[in-house]
């Protein structure tokens, strides 16, 4: 799954490891809210505790066994396999990511990265939930789940090197439609490139700059879970609190409303097929 052996870092290894806070080249979307600005400087200074009191340290590049639970996602990836497989069949109609999430037009303005939500930010989409029961269920063994969707790649599609927005949560992704190994199927965090695995869990800090494509003629897909990153107190609490402030951002609300209008749109089409005369 990696280039590179992951081992956990000692004390004095973890204590040099730091984060760099922006990607050079790539500018945040502005936001011109003195209330955004207000809360971006509180993210700031609780991604600063999140490394100090990080409970298992703060690797690019988790081991799994730091998460037994890993197991029984990597159990269910048949039937979440097969759920994906039914979603495909309308993957021309599905959002680009920058649709749901403006946010990301700062990495990615094409069509090449779609993506179908179960949850998103902590809020349920019923309707996507519905047409994956199966999915559901295995992303609930996941501690502290926040987002939780399908993500899939369109041959020749490479993501810049970018950093997440915030490292509060850390993220996992289950390999269930892998072309080929190699090199042009890869993601890199921080320096370690690491390749998806059918039926594996990938499990990485992306607040680490990190990168990621398919140069292969072929479609690839994860599933793509973001679950809050065990902290020690103060900072587990510090980021609760985030947490549930973050719901009220623009950049929250705007996704929200965003999926809400396309969800509206997907079933509306779906439900004009069934009743058609021929259908």
Known sequence: MTDETLTKPTQSQAAKIEQTFGTDGIAPMARPSRTTRFFMAIVAWAEKLNLKYAKFGNPPVYDNATFPWTREIEKAWPEIRTELDRVLLRKNELP?????????????????WKTFFLIGFGVKSKQNIQACPKTWQAVQKIPHLKTAMFSIFEPGKHLPAHRGPYNGVLRLHLGLIVPEPGEKLAIRV??????WEEGKVLIFDDAYEHEAWNHTDKTRVVLFVDFVKPLKYPARFVNWALMNLAFFTPFIQEGLGNHKEWEKRFYAEAETLRNRPDA
Request: hydrophobic share 25%.
């Open 190 to 195: 921080k320096d370690q490139i690491c390749h």
């Open 96 to 112: 680009a990511f920058q649709d749901i999430s403006t946010d990301v037009r700062t990495i990615s303005t094409d069509r090449q």
